[in-house]
């Protein structure tokens, strides 16, 4: 075996092996050969072989031999390629003597052209020794020629020929308008003006082919008989068959045609007005004539004004003017009066058009053309742009236009989402603007090199991204309880089935990340607008437009408040904002200098040419916004870009002394108050309080100062109390993370390796100085409570005070300086001074009858957009100026209620025995009248109305722990207990994600309390037995079961609440997670707080089903099992008591909590229970389960239940109920062994009003079950007239009852319920009157002719002398003792017409 080569092998060692090699004569891997060139004339002959030999060219197997080209364009191939081939051994002469031709061929056939009608001039003779040189000014009625541009000396030369045949210019213009039609489009006027005018020979028809002498004639005569034959059709008749012709000829072959007369017209035309030698007098009336011609033409649909002239003209065209030969009416129409606008008394609808200001023109407004709003558009008399024009406008080459479309664009935009435009327009503008690819027209503007295009662009993003009220309601909110955690703006997922997940190579699944990645922008912006903004990137253009462009104040705050938004959107896309390089930087040390110089002044106001060197309240507003989504990112902030020292530049200073605009002062003052209070609600930034510690304390000095009547007289007021309200939202989060400290230091001592965050440099000591200061300011707004002008200007300052002290004494007893006896003076001491006088004040108890009003579950359409809702970019939808009987109106009384029932909350978790001193409160009429409206209130969840909803939950939560505590105390409360307990029914399925704490203190301690389910020890089960023994009287209803009553079950179960509540906690376990993140937000353990962007809002926490959850967790399982290949014969014993407490506790609602259940519809609950079924084979079987689900089923065929029950529509969680019951059907015939409960459950469904698809399947491929459903009639639960009214009409379905009944697989010892219900059908519809069609009528006479010769003569009785459905005989229908006249004489009638006809 020969060596191969090896990495280190030198120049020698190679050599050797090739030596070896070449002496062995192996066949080389490679060949080596030489590609022949044949433009050489080269040829593949044995000395070019071994010429190839000697060179070493290498051709590898897969690999061209040659490179490709760098140019996708094919070579050019040369038809005489061919043709031209030499060869080197050939003699030229010889090659030329071959190819040569001679004289006689050139010479065989002369044909002499005629000359003698052409007359003969001479030169004109002048005294000038050179020509004159001909100027362009000499050269009248020029038209340049289609065949290319002539020059001066050819366009000379063509007129004096003109001259020479005496063509005048007039002639010509007139024979070519004849001619040429004035708008391309219009072929049927050009046919007819041809028609008209006719010409003696055809175009098309040259004669040629007709192989005749006098084939011109025979021309003439085909023409003239195509002119006649034209001239008597009409129009209409022309251009059907026209139509026609088209249709049958190739459309190349009609586009020569086409242009050959086209062309045949420009070109005669051009000759003849070539010869024109007038003047320029002359050439004005050529103008007329034309802009005649196209005036007519154009207004040939409507009466217009005569078209334009060139007396009409502002300046007129003089002689030498270069292009000013022709007219152009179509350009000059502007010039013209416009045309009279629509009338008024019109309802046609009309397209929208804008003014500059984005409001909407009437149109029937006669505006003045001053105001620049008419222009050369589609409907030149109507003012204003549509939106069609404006992006039109848009994409000008004019700078001017380009920036005047992206400004009125962004009006329009801002007022669509104040919801101005609503009601005005038809259809929905945002959308339409998406749809037209308005977001990429932005994108691409941005990137423009103009700073007023660019701009103007960024107003239009702001306008479209950003809504001003929802920022504002967010601010309003912020000082709330739990106002600083909000939702992201994300849009709703919504479900795509038909979208599969993609494998890869390696067999997994294709990610979220990568099927965002292989998104197109247009696919990602069209379902979520901001994360397509982030992928085209958005943040490195604006930070090129803030560090580079450096544009005004507006676009800079523009900019800023679309990051915000964009921050808004999502932790992942503030992340992208943190992350982008530079933005940050230059947004820091731009906007939020530590040191500036003073603006000029300008009168009272100072003007800022360049924001840029000067601090911006927007700036801080972004770091606030992008701290709110993670605590690592405030940390980010704090510690990299050194916010801090702005902080402390920005809040230790007056506003007035800010050297800056008074309302900008104020609120970069605000706003660094507010990430103060984002960093202190991480426990984060602490350390500054100490240091700001004076600066804190005369800031609550001034409180009282602030609260008069003269302060909110001055400007700006509502900055200033906003600035008070997070100043004591600050101290609460402070104090709420130095009473963490503690618990901080312990968890770190008893285990040091835990991931715990670090203890903050604060503890209760440094914070419990405050406390005196915030009660004597306190005392002091409630003052104003006996002037409500006033208080409603200070209330959302009360209720800040109340939320301190809530989170105050919520802190207090869990510290280890906690003394409980001067902590229970103190707050007795706070009860009767301050608590007891609020809570029974006149002005609280009609904030309590106001909450209504304000009420978003109560009054659904205060919290209903009333702007424009897009799906790829959600908001809050808060309307203009927040309109009264909002619940986040300034006027409101949530916002005091919550902070009042939190304050009352905490000191009754200290002081316990003063729980009962505020009963008056929770026994209110109003506030009962409230809570039982929210209740049968049936809210819409959407993103606009779930963070009102969120407050509104959490102040009913409180009133419900409130009534928790008072109700062993106080008979009053305890008289109410029901309405509390509905309270925590309904809320408990509405609550939203960051609720999830609220949810498990509701299902631990109120919904399965004894207490709160007063009927279990108040003779509940009684009356229920009692109901059901006098429905059993009147026959009503049928006893289903004989070992227990209802009544006793309901004792069982309601004995058993505490495992009740244990079987649905442990199904609820998957929340453990989310519950303690919604624990520590709540209880104000601020270190542990991850984020205070809420999850993701995909929808309440608990589901609106959640009774049900124990079923349908064990058939999800059951099911999963079957599909890996797994049968499932039983369950275990676990599963099985899960299973029994949850019929227990549906069995408790059903019978006494009814409305508990509205949420989910009968054929959810039927299809729920039904999973029993499916869920193992012998769970349905277990004693337990079979009590109480024959329980359910009776009260699940209640007349109400049954009429509210529609199969129809698939019940949520089910793709298609016929799948669903097809899989009852099949686990009947295989486990069921004849149960009359699975039987009466499939009986259910096959009631006459249902679809007949179900029917048929039992009937038709499930026929054997039939043998099996011994359901008896005592034991049905539903009225047999159920199943036979009305009559059934299906045909097949009767068949299969015949079909059935006749063969035996229905019996009545088999399957009594089904057998009477087909007979009822089968007797309905043989002996019916009713004659339809004729297919029914043979079909009816033809059963009933099989009926009377039925061999089975109890069959064929039953059939023939049924009489009417009775559940309560055995036989199931009561039957005539003879045939009824009637039916006799329909039979005869049947049966002779078959012997006498047949």
């Known amino acids: 075996m020969l060596p191969r080569p090896k990495p280190g092998d030198s120049e020698d060692d190679l050599l050797r092996y090739q030596e070896q090699f070449l002496a062995s004569g192996s066949e080389p891997a490679v060949r080596i050969i030489r590609k022949v060139d044949k433009r050489k004339g080269e040829t593949e002959s044995s000395e070019g072989l071994n010429e190839q030999r000697n060179r070493d060219v290498v051709s590898i197997q897969g690999f061209p031999e040659e490179p490709p080209p760098l140019n996708s364009v094919p070579p050019k191939k040369s038809r005489f390629k061919t043709q031209n081939v030499r060869f080197e051994d050939e003699d030229p002469e010889e090659r030329i003597n071959c190819h040569d031709k001679h004289v006689t061929v050139v010479l065989s056939k002369i044909i002499e052209r005629d000359t003698s009608a052409v007359p ?239 409001s909407l023109i009437p149109p029937t407004a006669d505006l003045p053309t001053h105001l620049g709003l008419h222009h050369h558009g589609e409907e030149p008399e109507l003012a204003g742009y549509s939106l069609q024009e404006l992006f039109h406008l848009s ?65 239009a993003l702001w306008a479209l991204l950003v809504v001003p009220n929802d920022e504002e309601c967010l601010d309003r909110t912020f000082s709330w309880l739990h106002g600083m955690f909000t939702f992201p703006l994300l849009p709703m997922e919504e479900s795509d089935d038909e979208e599969e997940d993609e494998v890869d190579e390696d067999g997994k699944k294709e990610t979220v990340e990568e099927k965002e990645a292989r998104k197109q922008d247009h696919e990602v912006a069209q379902a979520d607008i901001i994360k397509g903004l982030l992928k085209m990137k958005l943040l490195p253009r604006l930070r090129y437009i803030l560090e580079v462009v450096r544009p005004g104040p507006r676009v800079v705050q523009d900019v800023l408040e679309i990051l915000i938004r964009i921050c808004r959107h999502s932790a992942a896309a503030a992340s992208q904002v943190l992350d982008c390089p530079r933005l940050m930087g230059t947004i820091i040390s731009e906007f939020l200098p530590c040191s500036w110089t003073s603006p000029s002044m300008s009168g009272h106001r100072p003007t800022l040419e360049r924001p840029h060197g000067l601090p911006v309240a927007a700036a801080m507003k972004l770091i606030r916004v992008l701290a709110s989504t993670g605590r690592h990112a405030c940390a980010r902030l704090l510690n990299n870009y050194k916010i801090r020292a702005r902080l402390l530049r920005f809040i230790a200073v007056e506003p007035e002394d800010l050297l800056l605009e008074a309302c900008e002062a104020k609120k970069l003052s605000l706003e660094a108050l507010r990430m103060w209070c984002v960093a202190a609600g991480y426990g984060q930034a602490c350390d500054l309080y100490r240091d700001m510690y004076p600066v804190l304390i005369r800031m609550l000095q001034s409180i009282p100062q602030l609260m008069s009547k003269e302060t909110s007289l001055e400007p700006f007021s509502n900055l200033t109390l906003q600035r008070t309200e997070t100043l004591l939202l600050l101290l609460t989060t402070v104090t709420q993370t130095a009473g963490s400290t503690e618990e901080l230091k312990a968890n770190q001592m008893g285990d040091s390796e835990s991931a715990l965050p670090p203890p903050p440099p604060l503890d209760w000591s440094q914070v419990a100085g405050l406390q005196p200061f915030i009660k004597a300011s306190l005392k002091t707004c409630l003052r104003w409570l006996a002037e409500p002008s006033h208080w409603e200007n200070v209330h959302m300052l009360a209720a800040a005070h109340l939320v301190y002290l809530g989170s105050f004494y919520s802190q207090l007893y869990v510290q280890s300086t906690f003394c409980p006896v001067d902590t229970l003076q103190e707050i007795e001491a706070l009860t009767s001074e301050v608590l007891l006088p609020l809570t029974g004040h006149q002005t609280v108890l009609n904030m309590i009858d106001h909450l209504r009003q304000f009420s978003a579950l109560c009054a659904p359409t205060s919290c209903a957009a009333s702007r424009e809702i897009i799906h790829g970019l959600p908001g809050f939808g808060c309307s203009e100026g927040i309109n009264v009987g909002n619940l986040s109106d300034a006027k409101s009384p949530f916002p005091f209620l919550m902070g009042l029932f939190y304050v009352l909350d905490s000191i009754t978790n200290v002081h316990k025995g003063l729980a009962c001193k505020f009963f008056n409160v929770l026994v209110a009429p109003r506030l009962l009248d409230y809570l039982c409206s929210s209740c049968s209130a049936l809210p819409s969840f959407s993103l606009s109305s779930a963070w009102l909803f969120r407050h509104e939950y959490h102040l009913q939560y409180l009133l419900l722990k409130l009534a928790f505590k008072q109700m062993p105390l106080k008979t009053e409360v305890s008289q109410q207990i029901t309405v509390y307990h509905k309270i925590a029914m309904a809320m408990l399925p509405r609550l939203l994600p960051g609720s999830e704490y609220q949810a498990h203190e509701l299902l631990s301690t ?29 026959g009503d209803q049928c006893s289903l079961f004989t070992e227990s009553t209802t009544g006793t079950l309901l004792r069982e179960a309601y004995a ?144 109400t239940q049954l009429n509210a029950l529609d199969l129809t529509v698939p019940p949520p ?148 002398l049924f009489k009417m459905p009775r559940a309560d005989i055995k036989l199931g229908f009561e039957m005539f003792e003879k045939l009824p006249p009637i039916r006799d004489k329909r039979l005869n009638a049947v049966l002779r017409k078959e012997n006498g006809t047949d």
């Open 1213 to 1360: 969680g089910l793709a298609s109920f016929h799948d669903f019951y097809s899989s009852l059907l099949v686990q009947f015939e295989a486990v069921s062994f004849g149960d009359p409960l699975f039987g009466c459950f499939l009986l259910v469904p096959l009631q006459r009003h249902y679809s007949t698809e179900l029917k048929l399947a039992v009937f038709g491929e499930h026929i054997g079950l039939l043998r099996s459903l011994g359901v008896s009639l005592a034991q049905l639960p539903i009225p047999l007239e159920r199943f036979t009214s009305p009559p059934e009409d299906s045909l097949p379905l009767l068949r299969s009852y015949f079909r059935a009944l006749v063969t035996g697989s229905l019996r009545l010892a088999w399957c009594p319920v089904l057998y009477a219900v087909a007979v009822a059908h089968v007797n309905a519809f043989i002996f019916s009157q009713d004659t339809k069609n004729e297919e029914i009528d043979m079909e009816r006479k033809s059963l009933l002719r099989k009926t009377y010769f039925l061999t089975d003569e109890v069959l064929k009785n039953h059939l023939l």
């Open 1056 to 1199: 058993n609440l505490a495992s009740l509540r244990g079987c649905y906690l442990t199904h609820l376990a998957h929340l453990e997670p989310s519950v303690l993140r919604s624990r520590d937000i709540y209880l104000g353990h601020t270190p542990f707080v991850c984020s205070q962007m809420l999850s993701e809002l995909t929808g309440p926490v608990v589901p609106s089903d959640w009774a049900f959850l124990p079923l349908v967790c064990l058939y999800e399982q059951t099911t999963k099992e079957e599909s890996s290949g797994r049968t499932v014969e039983s369950v275990s014993v676990t599963s099985t008591e899960a299973v029994t407490h949850c019929l227990q506790w549906l069995l408790i609602l059903e019978t006494w909590h009814e409305d508990a259940l509205k949420s989910v519809p009968p054929a959810a609950k039927f299809c729920r229970l039904a999973c029993i079924f499916l869920s193992g084979s012998d769970l349905f079987r277990e004693r337990p389960v079979q009590r109480f689900l024959w329980a359910l089923l009776l009260a699940l065929c209640r007349p």
């Open 1006 to 1034: 109120m919904i399965f309390n004894p207490s709160f389910i007063p009927e279990g020890r108040c003779g509940g089960p009684e009356a229920v037995d009692l109901s059901q023994l006098l429905r059993l009287r009147d």
């Open 120 to 358: 003969v001039t001479f030169p004109a003779f002048t005294g000038a020794a050179f020509p004159k040189a001909c100027h362009r000014s000499e050269v009248q009625g020029q038209i340049p020629s289609p065949l290319g541009r002539k020059s001066i000396f050819a366009q000379k030369m063509m007129l004096q020929k003109a001259k020479e045949n005496g063509m005048l210019a007039k002639e010509a213009s007139q024979s070519a308008m004849e001619r040429i039609p004035t708008r391309a489009s219009d072929d049927v006027e050009m046919k007819m003006q041809i028609h008209q005018h006719p010409d003696p020979t055809s175009g098309l028809i040259s004669g040629d082919g007709l192989g005749k002498p006098d084939s011109a004639s025979e021309v003439k005569q085909i023409q003239w008989e195509n002119e006649q034959r034209l001239k008597s059709m009409s129009e209409v008749e022309i251009l059907e068959e026209q139509r026609k012709l088209i249709s049958q000829l190739d459309p190349r072959l009609v586009a020569f045609v086409k242009s050959k007369i086209s062309s045949a017209s420009l070109t005669n035309t051009d000759l003849e007005m070539s010869r024109s030698d007038k003047q320029s007098s002359e050439n004005e009336e050529i103008m007329e004539l034309e802009t005649t011609a196209v005036m007519e033409d154009e207004s040939s649909d409507q009466d217009l004004c005569p078209p334009i002239t060139v007396d009409e003209l502002p300046v007129k065209p003089k002689e030498g003017w270069v292009h000013m030969d022709k007219l152009e009416p179509e350009k000059l129409e502007w010039l013209r009066d416009l045309p009279p606008s629509r009338k008024k008394g019109t309802k046609k609808a009309m397209q929208a058009r804008f003014d500059f200001s984005g």
């Open 395 to 459: 994409r000008s080459k004019v700078t001017q236009q380009r920036t005047l479309a992206f400004n009125t664009l962004a009006r329009v935009l801002h007022k669509v989402h104040l919801g101005e435009l609503a009601s005005m327009v038809k259809g929905r503008i945002i959308s339409t603007l998406l749809d037209a690819g308005l977001l990429f027209l932005l994108r691409f503007a941005l990137d423009d090199n103009v700073e007023v295009v660019i701009a103007g662009a960024v107003r």
